[in-house]
């Protein structure tokens, strides 16, 4: 089963991390978007981390179900 979540991200940050966000961009002359992109890239899991990490809870909640747990 494949599941997309497509709602737009409303992000609230603090203004000590908005001003960093914003230095960051200026020392790097990309647009903040792009240097939130790169951020968010490296301090997120890999994609196979996370494919892997659903998949064990899919066989936690499935064990659970069958009262093996």
């Known amino acids: 089963m494949t599941k997309n979540y497509s709602a737009r991200l409303a992000t609230r940050i603090t ?16 647009r903040i978007s792009h240097v939130l992109d790169e951020v968010l890239d490296a301090a997120l899991p890999k994609a196979a981390d996370l494919i892997t990490e659903m998949a064990s809870l899919g066989c936690d909640v499935k064990e659970a179900a069958d009262g093996r747990r």
């Open 15 to 30: 203004p000590g991390v908005d001003a960093r966000l914003r230095q960051l961009a200026l020392v790097r002359r990309r």
